[in-house]
């Protein structure tokens, strides 16, 4: 008898399920449609001689609505094939399909509350998500839900899957897999991103190409997996985050978003423009030269210091591809916390989530200092009374 794998898919817009109207612009299209399309395109590889699309159809889609991926799957990944597994999706959308550039944290909080309430039933997860704001989402999905114990994939598509020459059926095609088949690899437990035959940590992606298919890339730290001819899982380049002990995922809050802002340094910046965007903010994301330099000029630190003084918690990230920032220049006197290698979407994403936290604020400061879910090299994150190095705790427990 087979063995069982169950993959909850999340539609919630973009342009992988896009198709342009009467007036040749993009409109989103509803779940029944883009579920129709992708059953069709399962009867091509499914098909046995003599059946017709009916037939077909009958066989791969459930009575209770599961349809049955791919069977040649199976044959990427040698446990599967030997164990005979068999992966069956369920496809939900949000209420309403969005524009990924008008995703807000509220609907971060939307989606992972989606997973969790499927968190015991699938084996794992893909979320239809728009390229733009994608490592925005997929950032701050692994802080909401924290440690799991099944794979979060999140992808999209440059060209919409109705298109002739789409990316977006390779990468469901290719998220799916991963999160089926090679669902129970303890190294994909955790939120992650797929683009084009590459599986990233998601929370060290960084969208870096809109005119290519090849849109995603992690700066500093090497794939989870590539999907090439072979499918290979670099377990041995990656550097596993330590999940720490006393801290339970928490959404962002539904009804206030914290004055997160971003600072970034240019020359001539003036007095006026940074102060401009320090008072009020609860949290500035501070984008520097190089390795962490700023003007070394006298007001600058007044303006950081006097910031600081009011609680306003400041993050330090370079604003170059890849790098890291280091506690030794100025803004380090002024209590601006390294970011190390963090992206700026993760950083931002981080600065949210823990704003929206019940953590007091020297517990806010030293999770900012220290790596909770492997999205920065800083040190990781260890709280009081915990020994160092000691195992954490993980959201779920296994069925």
Same mark, same amino acid.
């Given at each position: 008898?087979?063995?069982? /794998?169950?993959?909850?898919?999340?539609?919630?817009?973009?342009?992988?399920?896009?198709?342009?109207?009467?007036?040749?612009?993009?409109?989103?299209?509803?779940?029944?449609?883009? $579920?129709?399309?992708?059953?069709?395109?399962? =009867? %091509?590889?499914? /098909?046995?001689?003599?059946?017709?699309?009916?037939?077909?159809?009958?066989?791969?889609?459930?009575?209770?609505?599961?349809?049955?991926?791919?069977?040649?799957?199976?044959?990427?990944?040698?446990?599967?094939?030997?164990?005979?597994?068999?992966?069956?999706?369920?496809?939900?959308?949000?209420?309403?399909? !969005?524009?990924?550039?008008?995703?807000?944290?509220?609907?971060?909080?939307?989606?992972? @509350? /989606?997973?969790?309430?499927?968190?015991?039933?699938?084996?794992?997860?893909? =979320? =239809?998500?728009?390229?733009?704001?994608?490592?925005?989402?997929?950032?701050?999905?692994?802080? !909401?839900? +924290?440690? !799991?114990?099944?794979?979060?994939?999140?992808?999209?598509?440059?060209?919409? #899957?109705?298109? *002739?020459?789409?990316? +977006?059926?390779?990468?469901?095609?290719?998220?799916?897999?991963?999160? +089926?088949?090679?669902?129970?690899?303890?190294?994909?437990?955790?939120?992650?991103?797929?683009?084009?035959?590459?599986?990233?940590?998601?929370? /060290?992606?960084?969208?870096?190409?809109?005119?290519?298919?090849?849109?995603?890339?992690? *700066?500093?730290?090497?794939?989870?997996?590539?999907?090439?001819?072979?499918?290979?899982?670099? $377990?041995?380049?990656?550097?596993?985050?330590?999940?720490?002990?006393?801290?339970?995922? $928490?959404?962002?809050?539904?009804?206030?978003? *914290?004055?997160?802002?971003?600072?970034?340094?240019?020359?001539?910046?003036? @007095?006026?423009?940074?102060?401009?965007?320090?008072?009020?903010?609860?949290?500035?994301?501070?984008?520097?030269?190089?390795?962490?330099?700023?003007?070394?000029?006298?007001?600058?630190?007044?303006?950081?210091?006097?910031?600081?003084?009011?609680?306003?918690?400041? %993050?330090?990230?370079?604003?170059?591809?890849?790098?890291?920032?280091?506690? #030794?220049?100025?803004?380090?006197?002024?209590?601006? !916390?390294?970011?190390?290698?963090?992206?700026?979407?993760?950083?931002?994403?981080?600065?949210?989530?823990?704003?929206?936290?019940?953590?007091?604020?020297?517990?806010?400061? $030293? =999770?900012?200092?220290?790596?909770?879910?492997?999205?920065?090299?800083?040190?990781?994150?260890?709280? *009081?009374?915990?020994?160092?190095?000691?195992?954490?705790?993980?959201?779920?427990?296994?069925?």
């Amino acid at each position: 008898m087979a063995v069982e /794998r169950k993959v909850y898919v999340l539609y919630t817009g973009g342009t992988f399920g896009m198709k342009k109207d009467d007036k040749g612009k993009l409109a989103p299209q509803t779940l029944d449609v883009i $579920k129709d399309f992708i059953i069709r395109h399962t =009867i %091509l590889y499914e /098909r046995k001689p003599g059946e017709s699309d009916e037939d077909v159809w009958n066989r791969i889609v459930t009575p209770d609505g599961l349809i049955t991926l791919y069977h040649q799957l199976a044959e990427d990944d040698p446990k599967a094939k030997s164990q005979k597994y068999k992966v069956l999706y369920r496809m939900d959308s949000l209420p309403t399909p !969005i524009d990924s550039s008008n995703v807000t944290p509220k609907d971060w909080s939307d989606m992972a @509350e /989606r997973i969790k309430e499927h968190m015991c039933v699938y084996d794992g997860f893909v =979320i =239809i998500h728009g390229t733009d704001t994608m490592a925005y989402t997929s950032s701050a999905l692994s802080f !909401i839900l +924290g440690k !799991i114990y099944k794979p979060v994939i999140v992808t999209g598509a440059q060209m919409p #899957i109705f298109h *002739p020459r789409t990316d +977006g059926l390779d990468n469901f095609v290719g998220s799916m897999l991963m999160a +089926g088949y090679f669902c129970d690899r303890e190294m994909l437990h955790q939120v992650m991103l797929y683009d084009l035959n590459k599986l990233y940590q998601g929370n /060290r992606v960084v969208k870096f190409d809109c005119d290519s298919f090849s849109v995603f890339d992690s *700066p500093d730290v090497f794939p989870i997996a590539s999907l090439e001819t072979t499918i290979k899982l670099y $377990k041995h380049k990656m550097v596993e985050p330590i999940f720490p002990p006393s801290l339970k995922s $928490k959404a962002f809050t539904r009804t206030e978003t *914290p004055q997160v802002r971003i600072l970034r340094f240019f020359p001539g910046i003036t @007095e006026n423009y940074v102060r401009g965007i320090l008072v009020g903010a609860d949290g500035v994301i501070l984008e520097t030269y190089g390795s962490g330099n700023v003007p070394d000029v006298a007001w600058l630190k007044e303006c950081l210091t006097e910031a600081d003084k009011r609680g306003v918690l400041m %993050l330090n990230c370079t604003q170059v591809y890849r790098g890291t920032v280091l506690p #030794i220049y100025a803004t380090f006197e002024a209590h601006v !916390i390294p970011g190390y290698d963090i992206t700026p979407e993760a950083a931002m994403t981080k600065m949210i989530w823990v704003l929206n936290s019940d953590f007091n604020p020297e517990t806010k400061r $030293k =999770i900012l200092k220290h790596s909770l879910y492997g999205e920065s090299c800083a040190p990781s994150y260890c709280p *009081p009374n915990v020994e160092p190095g000691q195992k954490g705790e993980r959201e779920q427990t296994p069925e």
